[in-house]
């Protein structure tokens, strides 16, 4: 590692600053986007788009057989089957809500991309799986949707399970793995050695599916960078097509049970930077491409093939190929990105259950995006995809003088992050270069009006 990207990491790297699933970001949003202002807005969605304009379908399953003491996602932790065949029940009620609204309005929705996320999907019996893929037959054309992914635990896999999976319709897979150092799991309460998750991908398996990700944190209890280098290398060896590296966020204020993990086993701040630096370096040695700010997939991988096409996307749950740029959603903590919306439903398992019961759609918060918020959008998200914005072609595409518009920004870049040499600036462009990459957030921040000047913190629930 050279001088000056470590001297930048020790400086640059733990600001704070979002990840960018969203602009506003989750907090800017209000409490006032109910149930009717939802099913307005996907009617206006329609009404201003192509009927068949690419979607992406999420459906969050928010059950799980253990509690990961690590996890950020909203989740309720039950294997009584009872208790969650009542949450299906009402999940079916609310995809046959979502058809019905789409019968009426006479939209047969391009649902492009589709994905099973929690909790644990894996989690779920075979009998309450296809009873929600065979609802989801009522507006879903599975032989036009391109992706068909599930996270799954594999702690909760039994024989037979992968390729039931498979016989469903899901073409891709994603493992959260986390770390392999026997220790880290201990203390995470996530344990499932390198073994398990070997025999789970074997070659027999591994022909079921289009894909296989694995997720993987960093800054977790008793990591060191030796022992996080060690869980790259494993990951190299099973050779997944793509690899999600987050940053473990201790937020017990925000998560109650990150109170189970001790401050003081978790690594030094100063150590994170270097872990992430390690990782990537690991990662793009084996072959793998670096996309966006924290994703890796092989050059064989519809990500990976983006990313030399600059169509790489965003949305909630993470980087994209770019087949589509909206989102909709279905179950509890569900985020929405359709338009000029954004939404999510309550993160309350029972108090989604109570409000599907009523025939209502049990959304929280929401946020309408004005004509600014639309273009910074497209700013950001332009920069942390694909690294790059071209002035004149933004100009065309949205019928406004970049130049001009974003005069404020272009100053700022020049004044902060060509002299660190973060990016490149031209006539026509703006280029993040290979130094930048560990600091894109902070970059993209400059188009933030929210965060630029302001300390970030992480939304609740």
Not at 271 to 299: C, H, Q, R
Not at 364 to 370: E, I, R
Request: proline share 5%; aromatic share 12%.
């Amino acid at each position: 590692m050279d001088s000056i990207l470590r001297e930048n990491l020790d400086q640059h790297f733990n600001e704070k600053g979002p990840y960018y699933t969203s602009y506003p970001t989750r907090g800017e949003w209000k409490n006032d986007f109910g149930s009717e202002t939802y099913l307005e807005s996907l009617k206006d969605f329609y009404a201003t788009h192509d009927k068949d304009t690419p979607v992406h379908l999420y459906i969050h399953i928010p059950y799980c057989a253990k509690l990961c003491y690590y996890c950020i996602c909203n989740i309720k932790v039950s294997n009584n089957r009872d208790t969650i065949q009542g949450f299906v029940d009402l999940l079916l009620k609310e995809i046959s809500m979502l058809n019905t609204f789409f019968e009426e309005n006479h939209i047969k929705p391009f649902i492009r991309e589709m994905h099973l996320g929690g909790g644990t999907p894996s989690h779920l019996a075979h009998d309450q799986l296809k009873e929600i893929v065979d609802a989801l037959g009522s507006f879903v054309d599975f032989k036009r949707c391109e992706e068909f992914s599930m996270e799954i635990d594999p702690r909760t896999i039994k024989d037979g399970d992968l390729p039931y999976y498979a016989s469903l319709g899901v073409q891709r897979i994603s493992f959260g793995v986390q770390d392999f150092n026997p220790k880290v799991q201990e203390a995470i309460n996530r344990v499932q050695p390198r073994e398990m998750v070997e025999k789970l991908i074997s070659g027999d398996i591994r022909r079921y599916f289009s894909g296989l990700n694995f997720d993987l944190l960093y800054g977790l209890p008793y990591q060191t960078r030796e022992t996080f280098r060690e869980t790259v290398q494993i990951t190299n060896e099973l050779k997944p097509d793509r690899v999600t590296l987050l940053k473990y966020a201790h937020v017990p204020e925000v998560r109650p049970h990150m109170q189970l993990i001790k401050a003081d086993t978790l690594p030094h701040e100063e150590e994170i930077p270097f872990m992430f630096y390690d990782a990537v370096n690991g990662l793009t040695s084996a072959g793998y491409k670096w996309v966006g700010i924290d994703n890796f997939a092989l050059p064989t991988d519809e990500l990976g093939k983006a990313v030399d096409k600059r169509t790489v996307g965003r949305n909630f749950g993470g980087f994209t190929p770019g087949r589509t740029k909206h989102l909709i959603g279905l179950g509890p903590s569900t985020t929405f990105s359709f338009g000029k919306y954004y939404c999510q439903s309550t993160s309350d398992t029972d108090e989604y259950m109570r409000i599907i019961a009523e025939g209502r759609f049990p959304m929280k918060q929401g946020h309408v995006l004005g004509p600014d918020e639309e273009l910074r959008r497209e700013a950001i998200f332009s920069l942390i995809c694909n690294l790059h914005i071209d002035f004149d072609a933004y100009s065309r595409e949205f019928d406004v003088d970049f130049r001009e518009y974003f005069a404020e920004e272009i100053k700022r870049m020049r004044n902060e992050y060509v002299p660190r040499e973060y990016v490149k600036l031209t006539d026509n462009s703006i280029e993040v270069t290979e130094l930048g990459r560990y600091f894109l957030r902070g970059i993209a921040k400059v188009f933030d009006l929210y965060h630029r000047d302001s300390e970030y913190r992480i939304a609740g629930p």
